[in-house]
């Protein structure tokens, strides 16, 4: 009966909407540099989400970042955002946050790693 009770709280906690100030606020979950251009990189992380997600990308080469807004298709809720950066190599750095939640749900931490690896690949 108490573990009823607990996941009945928690299912609050698991649906409240996120803003983009609300992931920009949580730490970065995991980062790492690509030998691929950042607009590049940011237009490959966008195609390669938008089967599951809707996907914001927003490229701005003068100053060499990209964010990638990631949220749910039904809600529209916001779930996570690359930023991706110019490198002076030419490459990129790719810095991913996700909303605080209770799990990593759908993999999303997960898919996000391996679809910054596989638009790295040649």
């Known amino acids: 009966m108490?573990?009823?009770v607990f996941l009945l709280m928690l299912i609050p906690l698991a649906s409240c909407a996120a803003s983009i100030d609300d992931v920009r606020a949580e730490p970065v979950r995991w980062?790492?540099?690509y030998r691929v251009p950042f607009d590049t990189m940011a237009?490959?992380?966008a195609a390669r989400s938008i089967q599951d997600w809707?996907?914001?990308p927003q490229v701005y080469p003068r100053e060499?970042?990209?964010y990638v807004t990631v949220a749910a298709k039904d809600s529209?809720?916001?779930m996570a955002e690359y930023v991706v950066r110019r490198q002076a190599d030419g490459g990129s750095l790719v810095e991913w946050r996700r909303r605080k939640?209770?799990?990593d749900l759908g993999g999303l931490e997960?898919?996000?790693r391996e679809a910054a690896d596989g638009c790295a690949r040649p």
Do not use: M, W
């Open 110 to 112: 997960t898919g996000s």
């Open 43 to 45: 237009n490959c992380l």
């Open 76 to 78: 529209n809720t916001i």
């Open 64 to 66: 060499g970042v990209a």
């Open 31 to 33: 980062s790492n540099t």
């Open 101 to 103: 939640l209770l799990a």
């Open 54 to 56: 809707s996907v914001a």
């Open 2 to 4: 108490r573990a009823v």
